[in-house]
């Protein structure tokens, strides 16, 4: 398996079935820069493009998540309203990106995922964390407004009344409170966070993709409000009873044996 550089080599992904993209600034606690969140967009429709990769683990370099958006280049990226907007498309394009890809996506949270970086997790469909982990989204630390995007995603894991005790406080979460809200999927051990996230995440890899990917477009569109069956979704559920995965589901239940999907 061979590794791909992006953003001055501050992404790394692992292709393969499960893929691999890992945030690599550990000097800065794997802090998101602009040119991170900038390569996003590119990389995950390159990811979603590859029929290769069936799905995508998103984690931090070493025992840190990530500690958030790179607060070094805020004087610059912020310093004008313009330049502000600007940047603040960027993070939003990143998380939106990541958010969009049609394969499921696994967060790996180890130690600190704070602000930026908890927003990109929670862009992600499932959150595996270590027990160690702490999580939280302290804009209200420095002045700032989280964006209405990152908050609707938050609202809706945790609910309204949770939402406001996490962005009013800006606290730090806990791993087995985080679990207990919402915030995250598992509570794991830190000696088995990524055997156990991989084992998983290969599960997924040998299931049917139409079914998954479908799945994950209805449940998308619910979240989203939408109020009656997308005609795209009604096509995906119907061309499903015709397709390869469910003549060899149907085969494999018969001979009792697994499935074996393309």
């Known amino acids: 398996m061979t590794e791909e550089l992006h953003a001055d080599g501050r992404l790394r992904l692992a ?7 890992t945030l690599s600034a550990p000097e800065r606690r794997n802090a998101v820069s602009r040119a991170m969140w900038a390569a996003l967009p590119e990389l995950c429709a390159r990811i979603d493009r590859d029929d290769g990769i069936r799905v995508l683990i998103l984690t931090g370099e070493g025992d840190t998540f990530s500690a ?3 607060i070094s280049e805020f004087a ?3 310093a004008t309203p313009d330049e502000a907007g600007r940047t603040n498309a960027v993070v939003h394009a990143g998380q939106t990106a990541v958010a969009g890809l049609s394969k499921p996506v696994i967060a790996r949270i180890r130690g600190a995922c704070v602000g930026g970086g908890c927003g990109l997790a929670l862009s ?3 959150r595996f964390a270590a027990s160690d982990a702490r999580l939280g989204i302290p804009p209200a630390r420095l002045g700032l407004a989280y964006s209405f995007s990152a908050t609707r995603q938050l609202v809706t894991l945790v609910g309204p009344a949770r939402a406001k ?3 009013f406080s800006a606290r730090l979460i806990g791993a087995e409170e985080a679990l207990a809200i ?3 999927d598992r509570c794991l051990p ?3 966070l990524d055997a156990e996230t991989l084992t998983y995440a290969e599960t997924l890899a040998g299931l049917s993709q139409v079914s998954i990917r479908t799945a994950k477009a209805m449940i998308e569109a619910i979240r989203a409000g939408a109020d ?3 005609d795209t979704l009604r096509a995906a559920y119907d061309a499903s009873f015709g397709g390869p995965d469910f003549a060899e589901g149907c085969r494999a239940f018969l001979e009792k044996r697994p499935p074996r999907f393309s």
Do not use: F
């Open 15 to 21: 292709p393969g079935p499960v893929a691999v993209l």
């Open 165 to 167: 005790d996490i962005l």
């Open 124 to 126: 992600a469909d499932l």
């Open 228 to 230: 009656a069956e997308p």
């Open 68 to 70: 958030g958006a790179d």
């Open 182 to 184: 919402g915030l995250t």
């Open 76 to 78: 610059e990226s912020y």
């Open 190 to 192: 830190p000696e088995t």
